[in-house]
């Protein structure tokens, strides 16, 4: 069964049309066929997130937002510690992976966090500035991920943590320090993630070293399901705004 439904998950990642007059439609036009095995399949896609979520420190009463957080699993990543939350919100514009979202944060009796059907571009917190807010592969998927970024800086109070994992390439001439990816990498993977409206960038890392303090950057590869051999690169992030 596991096998049929990773057919009908690669089925709309590599051959349905994605259509829609906008981005909000665009997404939930991709991601409605897929919601229920979403979870199941991506854990095998998109690596890191448990490593991430569990390096943020947890503010005790704090507001943790998670923007483009989709079903909320990553939620399920720090499950010990979302009770002590004061607030969380999950945020995205695919209605049908909210849904998936609602019944997760309902059978865990999490009634203070919430699924927010919004753009991660424009979205405050009603109920203040944020402590935590995290990007979990939806980086690649906002068309102005660069205002995605922005808007979290505005959200953040000073002093807070921001973290971020998702697909990247490295710059052609990368910072000392940073990972080098060849041509091979850099022109292979934005062409084939394209397909889905995912744009892996050598900008994301660069933007976020520009406007956060670094407190732990980790760039690695992942296997990808039934595609053998070749890994995709992906990277790590939590940073700081600065205070004052």
């Known amino acids: 069964m596991a096998f049929f ?3 009908k998950i690669l089925y709309h990642l590599a ?10 439609a665009r997404m939930e036009n991709f ?19 448990e490593q991430l979520f569990q390096q943020i420190e947890l503010p005790v009463g704090g507001t943790w937002v998670d923007l483009g957080g989709g079903t909320g699993a990553n939620m399920e990543f720090i499950a010990e510690k979302v009770p002590k939350l004061g607030q969380a919100y ?6 049908s992976l909210l849904k998936v979202a609602e019944d ?6 999490w009634s203070h966090v919430q699924a927010v059907t919004a753009d991660a571009t424009q979205w405050q917190p009603p109920t ?27 959200m953040l109070k000073p002093g807070g943590v921001i973290g971020v994992v998702d697909f990247y390439v490295a710059r052609k001439h990368a910072a000392e320090g ?3 990816h060849g041509w091979f990498t850099r022109s292979f993977w934005p062409v084939w993630f394209a397909n889905d409206n995912v744009f892996p960038s050598s900008e994301h ?8 303090e670094t407190l732990w950057c980790q760039e690695s590869r992942s296997k990808v399901p039934y595609i053998p051999l070749i890994r995709t690169p992906f990277y790590q992030f939590i940073g700081r705004k600065p205070i004052g």
């Open 104 to 109: 997760r944060f309902q059978k865990h009796g």
């Open 5 to 7: 439904q990773d057919l």
């Open 128 to 154: 203040g500035q944020a402590d935590v807010v995290t990007f979990s592969y939806s980086l690649t998927m906002i068309p102005d991920w660069f205002a995605a970024i922005e808007n979290a800086l505005r």
């Open 205 to 212: 890392l660069p933007f976020l070293q520009n406007h956060f």
């Open 15 to 24: 051959l349905r049309p994605v259509r829609g007059k906008d981005h909000a």
């Open 90 to 95: 999950v945020v995205d514009l695919a209605s």
């Open 31 to 49: 991601y409605s066929g897929q919601a229920g095995g979403y979870d199941d399949f991506r854990k095998r896609l998109l690596h890191g997130r």
């Open 178 to 180: 940073m990972k080098r």
